[in-house]
């Protein structure tokens, strides 16, 4: 079992600044992915974007040039900083884990971001 605990949500005018923490513990395995998924009202989970331990990272288009996903292997953590947020950002933001050789997905309980305009 994972266990991921999120935290950095919260309300950010357009233009602004948020960064967004997950923080993993129990079996976590040495080689996963982790990374972020988005949910808005009325519309599918879509991925923000994951990084691989070792590799680099992917992203929405949507987010390429304003999101930075980074990870701390030490921690288990990930982080998602999230700049020039625009009011289509505003979702649930959702953490995900994924051990390397395993089919099971984890996911956080879900951090609300929402953007003004």
């Known amino acids: 079992q994972v266990q991921l605990v999120e935290s950095g949500g919260g309300l950010v005018q357009a233009g602004g600044s948020l960064r967004l923490s997950c923080a993993a513990s129990?079996?976590?395995?040495?080689?996963?992915?982790m990374g972020w998924y988005r949910q808005a009202p009325g519309k599918q989970r879509e991925v923000v974007a994951v990084?691989?331990?070792?590799?680099?990272?992917n992203y929405a288009d949507s987010v390429k040039g304003r999101f930075t996903i980074t990870r701390d292997n030490g921690k288990n953590t990930v982080y998602l900083q999230m700049n020039s947020l625009k009011p289509e950002d505003t979702a649930v933001y959702y953490c995900?884990?994924?051990?390397?050789?395993?089919?099971?997905?984890?996911w956080g309980q879900g951090t609300q971001v929402t953007v003004s305009s």
């Open positions: 995900y884990y994924k051990g390397l050789f395993s089919t099971r997905e984890y």
């Open positions: 129990g079996s976590v395995s040495s080689t996963n992915f």
């Open positions: 990084i691989r331990s070792g590799y680099s990272a």
